[in-house]
């Protein structure tokens, strides 16, 4: 995939692969968007570097989504299942929401885990953080209603000022 952004004589022209950038967006981009493949090993860094502020900054939302960078949606879990592993993701619904972003047409960038290994980070490539959020709910492991509700308030708090501001405008 090619850079979607080129720069020539100080005007921003699209790339032929364009249609990948919301047109709302095309006339404000200002910094070039990396060309990095999916699954590279630059967006499991970019997840890693994620999951590391997710945990260290909003370690009490249990699950959600942040606008990681204006074309990117971070979706996370901070509470892991003792058996985790890459495969599996940090709990049980984590491979059924994999499976459901890729059937509505999401494209995976990448995978990471915090230093300790209690945050999991998915990036995946939309602008969409509260569609993401819901959904990142939708898929968690079973709770009795009120602990849900309670938890999915508490995350909501912790995180919404992250579903329109990038939390890192450099990726």
């Not at 909003?58 to 985790?84: K, M, Q, S």
């Not at 490539?125 to 990142?136: E, I, T, V």
């Amino acid at each position: 995939m090619r850079e979607l952004l080129t720069v020539f004589k100080g005007q921003h022209q699209l790339a032929e692969d364009h249609a990948m950038v919301p047109e709302h967006l095309t006339p404000v981009l200002r910094k070039k968007i990396p060309a990095q493949a999916p699954q590279s090993r630059y967006w499991k860094e970019q997840a890693s570097l994620a999951a590391n502020f997710i945990e260290l900054n909003h370690y009490e939302a249990h699950r959600g989504a942040i606008l990681w960078c204006p074309t990117v949606t971070a979706i996370f879990e901070n509470r892991v299942d003792d058996n985790a592993d890459e495969a599996t993701g940090p709990h049980a619904g984590w491979s059924r929401l994999r499976e459901r972003l890729a059937s509505d047409g999401y494209v995976e960038l990448g995978i990471g885990v915090a230093k300790d290994g209690c945050a999991w980070c998915m990036l995946v490539r939309s602008n969409d953080a509260p569609k993401l959020f819901d959904l990142a709910w939708e898929f968690s492991p079973s709770l009795d209603p009120v602990a849900f509700k309670a938890q999915k308030e508490i995350a909501i708090g912790r995180v919404w000022t992250l579903h329109d501001n990038p939390a890192n405008e450099s990726c």
